[in-house]
């Protein structure tokens, strides 16, 4: 009896002080902006301020990411937007990069069939076509209030007047900086070496933002602009020409929309597979009532992680561009089909990744990407997430224009059985096609409670990023969390195969790790990689507006 009490006592104690030690959320009473520099959200920030609206502040925040954070932020690359108006209206739009004309199922195999090492990773060989600058450019006709040309501005100044290198930023450049080297030469841009306060001003970028101010949209993708960036890429080696270019077109997608106890799900659907991996995995823990098992118990681990297995492997199996692959999506999402999935589960014995069905296909991505969130003082959410897929993308900077290409070509499957870059391998649905849109694991998403806004959320994390929009939801609504300390709790993930838990390094205690391992499951700590970086914002019963911008970068939040 003692033994217990004292038991008893000691989790009352650390409930008490895990109270009282919460990170506090930054609490904003009409607007906010979330994102992954402190520059972007300012700027975003100061946009609604003047009149505009979220759809403004995204083109604001979207290009001033490109200025201050040139790891993900991009106009070289592409993304997608979850939105919804303040009217309830809610909707999504794609602009992930496309396949050039030129390619073809076989392009990055040698004479053997064999995958070349680098070609669908590194240079011009594997530069996707740009969409980010049209989906934005998208999204502000039909939305926005002020002038398009006109939201282009702070952007512009940004890059004139410089930002100043981080020391999160000057360690990712430096790591960087042989390799940008070897495929830019020593005298491009980012050839150079960095340091912490360096002022790193951008003279090309400020140039082109300033001719798509006086010369429209039209200039990337059909005028001088076009031209100097097709003309690049083909000297350099690559396959993108001025027709793919001006063919380029975002497009408006039906959103993934699920319920989860008392709350509406909006997220993004393919070539996107976050929505629906994310709503295979809620289904299927819900009959379970997650919200009744202690919080990162070994209980609470092992339904999300058994839930993960089934919904990944889905994932690598039947996902891919929906305009050229066909997905069973009723069958997917289905409640008996979910049910059926989770038939063998129990607590204390784990299902082994190789007995679960589509067991060929081994999924990892990379973790470069940025994401931002934005309330307006009328109510209307965005979620963006955006990326040029590796740090840097293919390395391959444009000076003449001032900004990096991606390397998302790597994102199909060059060849069904060979792992990419980041350790995937895809199937058919995946394959590469002139003009088909990269499957990826990008998940914007917005809660909706009892009908009303309630959270706006998202994070880069290549295949984490859907548990850590999985995690930081759960958080909130099961337990109770505020929205900063959401994101900040430690953060686990399962994607089938490597059959293994991924843990954060230092939030989980030596007993539970031990008491999973007991059960049969590997644990894998990684010391040099984080579970993705959450920038998210919650709107409160008293209708003030809660920031959680992730510690593990330069995330910030910015709100009145």
């Known amino acids: 009896m003692n033994r217990f009490f004292l038991h008893s006592l000691l989790v009352l104690v650390i409930l008490f002080q895990g109270c009282q030690n919460a990170p506090q959320p930054y609490v904003a009473e009409k607007a906010m902006v979330v994102s992954a520099r402190e520059e972007a959200s300012t700027l975003g920030l100061e946009t609604i301020r003047k009149g505009g609206n979220a ?12 200025v201050a954070y040139p790891f993900a932020g991009n106009l070289g690359g592409g993304g997608f937007m979850v939105y919804r108006l303040n009217d309830g209206n ?72 410089g930002v100043i290198i981080t020391e999160n ?18 005298e491009s841009l980012f050839s150079k070496t960095f340091k912490a306060g360096d002022t790193l001003v951008q003279p090309a970028l400020a140039k082109t933002l300033r001719t798509i101010k006086e010369r429209g949209i039209t200039s990337f993708y059909e005028g001088e602009i076009a031209a100097t960036l097709a003309n690049f890429i083909q ?4 396959y993108i020409t001025r027709g793919d270019l001006a063919n380029y077109e975002a497009v408006w997608r039906d959103p993934i929309l699920f319920s989860y106890r008392d709350l509406t799900v909006v997220s993004m659907g393919p ?32 339904l999300l992680t058994e839930a993960e297995k089934y919904a990944y492997a889905d994932r690598n199996y039947f996902l891919g561009d929906p305009d050229y692959a066909e997905i069973p999506m009723n069958t997917l999402l289905s409640e008996n089909y979910l049910r059926e999935r989770m038939d063998g589960f129990g607590y204390g014995t784990p299902t082994p990744s190789e007995e679960i069905r589509k067991g060929e296909i081994n999924y990892a991505e990379s973790m470069e990407t940025t994401h931002y969130s934005i309330v307006d003082e009328e109510g209307n959410a965005v979620s963006v997430t955006t990326t040029l897929n590796g740090a840097y993308g293919s390395k391959l900077f444009c000076d003449a224009l001032g900004f990096f290409l991606n390397n998302e070509m790597d994102d199909f499957s060059s060849k069904p059985g060979v792992p990419n870059m980041f350790g995937l391998t895809g199937a058919e649905a995946n394959s590469i096609a002139p003009g088909k849109r990269m499957l990826s694991s990008m998940t914007p998403t917005i809660v909706e409670k009892d009908g009303e806004l309630s959270m706006v959320v998202g994070t880069p994390g290549g295949s984490t990023i859907i548990t850590s929009v999985l ?75 809660e920031a959680g911008a992730d510690p593990r970068g330069d995330d910030s939040a910015k709100g009145y």
Do not use: C
């Not at 360690?171 to 940008?180: F, V």
């Not at 000297?235 to 690559?238: A, D, F, K, P, V």
């Not at 597979?273 to 092992?302: F, N, R, W």
């Open 90 to 161: 809610k909707g999504t739009l794609d602009f992930r990069e496309k396949a050039p004309a030129a390619a073809h199922r076989d392009m990055y195999l040698d004479s053997l069939g064999n995958v070349i090492p680098g070609k669908s990773t590194t240079g011009a060989t594997a530069v996707g076509v740009p969409g980010s600058l049209m989906g934005i450019y998208r999204a502000h006709s039909k939305f926005g209030k002020l002038p398009f040309e006109s939201l282009l501005d702070p952007a512009i100044a940004l890059a004139e007047t």
């Open 271 to 302: 070539p996107s597979s976050g929505g629906v991996t994310l709503a295979q995995i809620m289904k299927m823990i819900a009959p379970y009532q997650p919200e009744t098992l202690d919080y990162h118990s070994p209980e609470m681990i092992q």
């Open 169 to 186: 930023q000057a360690k990712t450049l430096n790591n960087y900086r042989s390799l940008i080297e070897e495929v830019n030469g020593p």
């Open 55 to 66: 759809f403004d502040a995204m083109v604001v925040t979207h290009l001033s990411l490109a």
């Open 235 to 238: 000297q350099e080696g690559g």
């Open 471 to 545: 995690q930081t939801i759960l958080n909130v609504y099961d337990y109770n969390m505020n929205m900063q300390e959401a994101v900040n709790a430690g953060r686990f993930h399962h994607q089938w195969k490597p059959d293994e838990i991924m843990m954060e390094p230092g939030k989980f205690a030596p007993e539970l790790i031990r008491e999973l391992e007991d059960m049969g499951y590997k644990i894998n700590i990684r010391e040099n990689r984080i579970i993705g970086k959450v920038d998210a914002i919650l709107v409160r019963e008293d209708g003030k507006l």
